[in-house]
C-alpha cells in the first residue's frame, strides 16, 4: 500500500539520513527500483515527472501499476508514489488518480502567487493524507523543458512557503539537473544552513542527485536535507548495460531479442545504481 513520504522523511530528517527519490520510466524502471528496496530494507520514493506521466500513458495506469508490484512482490517497505515538478494542474490529477505524494513546482511564478497555489494544495493534502513537496528558487539543468541555472533560494522566501504547511521544501543551492558541467561551482552549504535555521525540522530536498560527489551529499544531509532525487544516473547505467548486451551481439544469440533478456542487464544496472544512493544516504535498514 502507498504511504505519504511525511512519516519515512521526518524520520530520516531526525535520525541524519536521507530517503531516495527515483524516478521511474517504465515497468523495468519499477520493478528495479522496488525490488532494492525491499531486499535493503530502506524506505523509497518513487519520482513520476509529468512527461514520464504521459509515456507511461497516464497517472491512473502508473497507480495501477505500482500498486500492483507491491502486492505481486511482496513489498513491506513505506513506498510513496510522488509527482515530481508537478503543475498546478498536474498536481489535481495525480491527487485524482491515487498518488500518495505530490510536488507543486510553482518556483517561477511570482513568490506571491506561488504561495496562493501552495496554499490551496496544502489544504487539499492535508484532507486526503498526502504529503506536498514545494519548490523556492529554480532548480538549474533542465527538467521536462523548465529550465533554472543553478540559482540560490532566497531563505526568507523558503520560510514563507515552509510556514504554510507543506511537507517538504526544495531549495535551489547551486544544484543542477542531469549532468554537471566542469565549470559547475559546486552546492552552495552557507544558503542550505540559512535556510535549515529557518525552517526547523522540516526535511530538505535536493534535487539534481545525479553527479554531486558523495562527501558534498553527505554534507548535505547533515544539514538537513533529508530527500535526494536520482534519475539521470540510472538511465545512464541503464544505457550504457543494454548498450553493451547489444554490442556484444548478445541480441542474436537464441532468444536473446526477447525484450526481458534484452533488457535484463539495463535493469541490473538500475539495481546496482539504486544499492549505491541508498548505501551513501544512509536509507539501508530503516525502513
Not at 518556483?107 to 496554499?119: F, G, Q, V
Not at 532566497?154 to 544544484?175: F, H, Q, R, W, Y
Not at 536535507?225 to 543494454?242: D, G, M, P, R, Y
Request: some cysteine.
Amino acid at each position: 500500500m502507498l504511504v505519504s513520504a511525511k512519516e519515512m522523511l521526518n524520520k530520516a530528517k531526525a535520525g541524519k539520513y536521507a530517503v531516495g527519490q527515483f524516478n521511474i520510466n517504465n515497468l523495468e524502471w519499477t520493478k528495479a527500483i522496488l525490488q532494492t528496496a525491499e531486499e535493503l530494507k530502506s524506505p523509497v520514493i518513487l519520482g513520476v515527472s509529468e512527461g514520464a506521466g504521459k509515456y507511461m500513458c497516464g497517472y491512473t495506469t502508473i497507480v495501477g501499476m505500482v500498486n500492483g508490484m507491491i502486492n505481486e512482490l511482496g513489498i513491506t517497505v513505506p513506498v510513496a508514489l510522488h509527482l515530481d515538478h508537478g503543475s498546478y494542474e498536474g498536481a489535481l490529477k495525480c491527487i485524482e488518480a491515487g498518488f500518495s505524494s505530490v510536488m507543486f513546482d510553482g518556483s517561477h511564478y511570482p513568490i506571491e502567487e506561488n504561495i496562493a497555489k501552495t496554499k490551496e494544495l496544502v489544504a487539499i493534502c492535508e484532507e486526503k493524507g498526502l504529503s506536498l513537496e514545494a519548490e523556492v528558487g529554480a532548480i538549474g539543468g533542465e527538467e521536462d523543458g523548465v529550465i533554472g541555472s543553478g540559482e540560490v533560494a532566497d531563505p526568507n522566501e523558503c520560510k514563507m512557503i515552509a510556514d504554510l504547511g507543506v511537507t517538504m521544501l526544495a531549495a535551489g543551492i547551486g544544484n543542477i539537473h542531469g549532468k554537471y558541467p566542469a565549470n559547475w561551482a559546486g552546492l552552495s552549504f552557507d544558503t542550505l544552513d540559512d535556510i535549515q535555521k529557518l525552517t526547523g525540522t522540516m526535511p530538505l530536498v535536493l534535487h539534481g542527485g545525479t553527479g554531486i560527489p558523495a562527501d558534498m551529499i553527505k554534507k548535505a544531509i547533515s544539514l538537513g536535507v533529508s530527500k535526494i532525487n536520482v534519475n539521470t544516473e540510472c538511465q545512464l547505467a541503464f544505457a550504457e548495460a543494454t548498450r553493451k548486451y547489444i554490442e556484444a551481439g548478445k541480441d542474436l544469440e537464441g532468444k536473446g531479442f526477447d525484450p526481458r533478456k534484452l533488457l535484463a542487464d539495463g535493469t541490473a544496472a538500475i539495481k546496482a545504481t539504486v544499492k549505491e544512493k541508498m548505501e551513501l544516504f544512509g536509507s539501508v535498514g530503516k525502513a
